[in-house]
């Protein structure tokens, strides 16, 4: 499986864009690159994927190096509610979903 | 859809105990997982199945058995409580097997389980 690399942390201030950054250098041609965030005290939910092409949905939109080494989730407009652990993960047909450290996200007000 | 449903929410089991976590989801997916999340921790892969009477390890299957014979249920069993298992146990599911890792995953809400 693809090794990541992400921020440990990074700050936000409410409405204003956030981009989390995130460096997989090791992914293999087929894997899709997924985004799951973790708000406090809940499971994981999904947040946006792609495999090579930008990708845009109603939470975020993913940015994808031309050499997919490394991807971008961008929050337009980052609010209270963003506060979580993002966690960017290569994704093969095996389907495991290997989660890593991720990025915790503060927003503040 | 109730989507993926976990029980009980909440346990306390005495070491040596042994007890089942449940897990069922009304999607149909083929593709089920169990993870175990420990405080301040990322999720770690214990079991998953890739269809009824398909199962297969993950990064830390060891004190844990999983089965799964229908489509919507995948028990996970703990055979003989420990206090290191004292953590929140979460299930996901995901629809497909071809082109699967194209696909979203659910996860339910979690069981947190304290071993003492």
């Known amino acids: 499986d693809a090794k990541t690399t992400q921020p440990n942390s990074m700050e936000s201030n409410e409405e204003e864009p956030v981009h989390l950054p995130c460096n997989h250098s090791t992914i293999s041609g087929t894997d899709y690159i997924h985004w799951y965030r973790q708000l406090p005290s809940q499971g994981p939910e999904y947040v946006i994927h792609?495999?090579?092409s930008n990708v845009n949905n109603r939470m975020a939109s993913l940015a994808i190096a031309e050499d997919r080494k490394s991807s971008t989730l961008i929050l337009h407009r980052a609010t209270l509610r963003d506060a979580a652990v993002y966690y960017c993960i290569p994704l093969r047909d095996t389907g495991k979903l290997i989660f890593g450290q991720g990025t915790t996200l503060q927003v503040k007000p | 859809n109730a989507g993926v449903t976990q029980t009980p929410k909440f346990q306390v089991l005495k070491t040596g105990q042994s007890m089942t976590l449940q897990c069922a989801q009304d999607m149909n997916h083929e593709y089920m997982s169990w993870y175990r999340q420990d405080p301040g921790m990322g999720l770690r892969l214990i079991h998953y199945s890739v269809g009824a009477g398909i199962t297969d390890q993950g990064e830390v299957p060891n004190g844990y058995n999983v089965s799964r014979s229908t489509t919507e249920d995948f028990p996970l069993r703990l055979l003989s409580a420990a206090p290191s298992q004292t953590s929140v146990y979460f299930c996901a599911s995901r629809r497909g097997l071809a082109g699967g890792s194209s696909y979203e995953q659910y996860f339910g809400p979690g069981t947190r389980l304290t071993v003492t």
């Open positions: 792609g495999l090579t």
